[in-house]
């Protein structure tokens, strides 16, 4: 019996995926960094859909003709573009930081316009600052070692051009596109994302698996846990 796929969908980099090694017992998994960041060459552009072709390259790489596709906090709409791209060879969704968008206004925002702000600051005056606070953003989940890691394999102008070049998405409505079966997990407590945002989510989809995590779900053990859950019901 062949074992599940999984394609880790980055938002700037594959390192953000912490729990890969133990996603890697049980099932095949791949990832990829974007382009312009590690060893990948820059792009002509820095729009989301240059993430969205180099991720349906991996697939195309990996001959893959089924898989789970798997995203966390800025990388979901990225995720979900990917999916509808290739809807035929996707046997399931799931999405860390769940919401319909990214919008910061409104009466239930999904992000917090506040942590949004001072990250931008930080990224236009301090990269090296920029990585902590990302670090305590997400509430520990990436330590010192991850933090330098990432300034490493990020260099602060490609991080500045993802960033600038960022775009509402209407996440919701790229969902109702898919007739898939879905995984929703929210970061509880999370100081980027509200739970409003992850609640709308939920009564959007209610067909959809869910699961609440003290941590975030790209480094948490117990969202791992979920993704084999989710698995072992589809026909993967």
């Known amino acids: 019996m062949s074992l599940p796929r999984l394609l880790l969908v980055p938002q700037l980099t594959q390192i953000e995926w912490q729990i890969k090694p133990e996603l890697e017992r049980w099932a095949e998994v791949a990832s990829f960094d974007p382009p312009g960041v590690g060893n990948e060459p820059a792009p002509e552009s820095y729009e989301r859909e240059v993430i969205v072709e180099r991720g349906l390259l991996e697939l195309d790489r990996l001959e893959w003709d089924r898989c789970v596709v798997v995203g ?12 509808l791209a290739r809807r035929e060879a996707v046997a399931g969704l799931a999405l860390g930081h769940a919401s319909l968008s990214y ?3 409104g009466e239930r925002p999904a992000t917090i316009e506040k942590t949004t702000a001072v990250l931008n600051r ?3 005056v301090d990269y090296a600052a920029f990585i902590r606070a990302i670090s305590q953003a997400t509430q520990g989940a990436y330590d010192d070692e991850l933090a330098d890691r990432f ?3 990020m260099p602060v102008e490609v991080v500045r051009a993802y960033m600038a070049a960022s775009a ?5 409505e790229l969902l109702e596109q898919l007739d898939m079966p879905l995984l929703l997990g ?18 959007a ?3 959809a698996k869910t ?3 003290k941590l975030k779900p790209s480094v948490n053990p117990e969202f791992a846990e979920s993704l084999h859950e989710f698995c072992a019901e589809l026909d993967t």
């Open 211 to 213: 699961g609440s995590y």
């Open 122 to 124: 930080l990224l236009e």
């Open 205 to 207: 989809f209610a067909q």
């Open 186 to 203: 929210e970061h509880s407590g999370c100081l980027r994302f509200t739970h409003e945002g992850f609640e709308d989510a939920v009564r």
């Open 168 to 172: 509402p998405e209407p996440i919701g």
């Open 72 to 83: 966390d906090e800025f990388g979901t709409a990225t995720a979900v573009r990917i999916a």
């Open 151 to 153: 300034r490493e394999r």
């Open 103 to 105: 919008d910061s206004h």
